[in-house]
T-cell receptor
Framework: NAGVTQTPKFRVLKTGQSMTLLCAQDMNHEYMYWYRQDPGMGLRLIHYSVGEGTTAKGEVPDGYNVSRLKKQNFLLGLESAAPSQTSVYFC?????????????FGSGTRLTVV | AQSVTQLGSHVSVSEGALVLLRCNYS??????LFWYVQYPNQGLQLLLKYTTGATLVKGINGFEAEFKKSETSFHLTKPSAHMSDAAEYFCAVSPGYSSASKIIFGSGTRLSIRP
């Protein structure tokens, strides 16, 4: 089925370790987003991309890096994980027409930093 | 700038009762408005959206929402709750001047259904 695929689904990291979360979409969407979801805080935008080779900071970018080397993939990296980065991470994508389709979300990655 | 306020982080209703989830927005331009639903351990799914035209919009699973510009509200309703409606619901806004604008999400309302 077409959609947004996130890997891994679960991960436990030790403080200071690094990891990369992968988001892949097969809908030829231009725009991709990384959000984190924390209880009572809704979704907060970390970074986003408006096309291959471009990235931009969102609301809470500190401690994260991203890359969009291929149109279909959007990677989120944690260079040195901290307990404050324990969260559920969602990737989303859209065509250039949010009014028509809104965002398509992945199923999330649950990350625990101990 | 756009923002969304969802009144009530948790709403509990009995099965068969009216569901009302409240959302107020702030926008300096005509907004696009959305409701998303998140079932446990899943991503968000689009429930319904308002862009232009008719202010009462219908979505999936019997939900509907009405855009009231004078009240800057976009409340979500369903006449009769079902157990399967238990989920978290997010109201969201996007500036209406650009079809490619980012969506700003509210903090969410968790809906519980009592048997």
């Amino acid at each position: 089925n077409a959609g947004v695929t996130q890997t891994p689904k679960f991960r436990v990291l030790k403080t200071g370790q690094s990891m990369t979360l992968l988001c892949a979409q097969d809908m030829n969407h231009e725009y991709m987003y990384w959000y984190r979801q924390d209880p009572g805080m809704g979704l907060r935008l970390i970074h986003y991309s408006v096309g291959e080779g471009t990235t931009a900071k969102g609301e809470v970018p500190d401690g994260y890096n991203v890359s969009r080397l291929k149109k279909q993939n959007f990677l989120l990296g944690l260079e040195s994980a901290a307990p404050s980065q324990t969260s559920v991470y969602f990737c989303a994508s859209q065509t250039g027409q949010v009014v028509v389709y809104g965002y398509t979300f992945g199923s999330g990655t649950r990350l625990t930093v101990v | 700038a756009q923002s969304v306020t969802q009144l009530g982080s948790h709403v509990s209703v009995s099965e068969g009762a009216l569901v009302l989830l409240r959302c107020n927005y702030s926008s300096s331009v005509p907004p696009y408005l959305f409701w998303y639903v998140q079932y446990p351990n899943q991503g968000l799914q689009l429930l319904l959206k308002y862009t232009t035209g008719a202010t009462l919009v219908k979505g999936i699973n019997g939900f509907e929402a009405e855009f009231k510009k004078s009240e800057t509200s976009f409340h979500l309703t369903k006449p009769s709750a079902h157990m399967s409606d238990a989920a978290e619901y997010f109201c969201a806004v996007s500036p209406g001047y650009s079809s490619a604008s980012k969506i700003i999400f509210g903090s969410g309302t968790r809906l519980s259904i009592r048997p």
